[in-house]
């Protein structure tokens, strides 16, 4: 069974600019969920999707958004880049909600510089 | 709001040695806790969750939590490291049945012939 798959890995940007994220899951999975992972801020939760709808979200602007699809890939979105964006971007899939799920799976993440 | 505190940015073991990761939480309402753990280079992956059964929760790779609320402790422990295991630790905690994780500072467990 093929894993999470995260599409670009690696991204430079510039400030201003926006970015879209994809995450594949595992065949079968409805959850998806996305993290960012900064030296200084450390591991936050941005949001949840299940079955096209976001059913939870972390404390982020709403220059962060996303997207899930009927075949569950997911996308998120970062408009008008700031420095402080740069980060690991993490997907992961569950078969069920992440709250319920027996475990999750991680992508390898994407890597986004903003200069 | 929750919050979580890991004692230690740094832990370091020999191999075969116990393996104790401190994790504090600070919530208002009953927690869902987690362990997760970060190879070198590598995503995340899921050690072990509590969501309220349970207060021993026994995880992959050999790693257990036990939720303590007296304490409002989920300490990660094994009982014998390997050189594998060696790799960024991460304690979470979500309340209210959504799953809204507030993540520590993660622990950087060494471990050393």
């Known amino acids: 069974k093929a894993g999470v798959t995260q599409t670009p890995r690696y991204l430079i940007k510039t400030r201003g600019q926006q970015v879209t994220l994809s995450c594949s899951p595992i065949?079968?999975?409805?959850?998806v969920s996305w993290y960012q992972q900064t030296p200084g801020q450390g591991l936050q939760f941005l949001f949840e999707?299940?079955?096209?709808?976001?059913?939870n979200k972390g404390n982020f602007p709403g220059r962060f958004s996303g997207r899930q699809f009927s075949n569950s890939r997911s996308e998120m979105n970062v408009s008008t880049l700031e420095l402080g964006d740069s980060a690991l971007y993490l997907c992961?899939?569950?078969?069920?909600?992440?709250?319920?799920?027996?475990?999750?799976?991680f992508g390898p993440g994407t890597r986004l510089l903003v200069l | 709001a929750q919050s979580v505190t890991q004692l230690g940015s740094h832990v370091s073991v020999s191999e075969g040695a116990l393996v104790l990761l401190r994790c504090n939480y600070s919530?208002?309402?009953?927690?869902?806790l987690f362990w997760y753990v970060q190879y070198p280079n590598q995503g995340l992956q899921l050690l072990l969750k509590?969501?309220?059964?349970?207060?021993l929760v026994k995880g992959i790779n050999g790693f257990e939590a036990e939720f303590k609320k007296s304490e409002t402790s989920f300490h990660l422990t094994k009982p014998s490291a390997h050189m594998s295991d060696a790799a960024e630790y991460f304690c979470?905690?979500?309340?209210?049945?959504?799953?809204?994780?507030?993540f520590g500072r993660g622990t950087s467990l060494i471990v050393h012939p």
């Open positions: 992961a899939s569950s078969a069920v909600t992440s709250g319920d799920q027996e475990t999750q799976y």
């Open positions: 065949s079968g999975h409805r959850s």
């Open positions: 999707y299940f079955s096209e709808t976001q059913i």
């Open positions: 919530s208002s309402v009953p927690p869902y």
């Open positions: 509590y969501t309220s059964a349970a207060t």
């Open positions: 979470a905690v979500s309340v209210g049945g959504s799953y809204i994780p507030t």
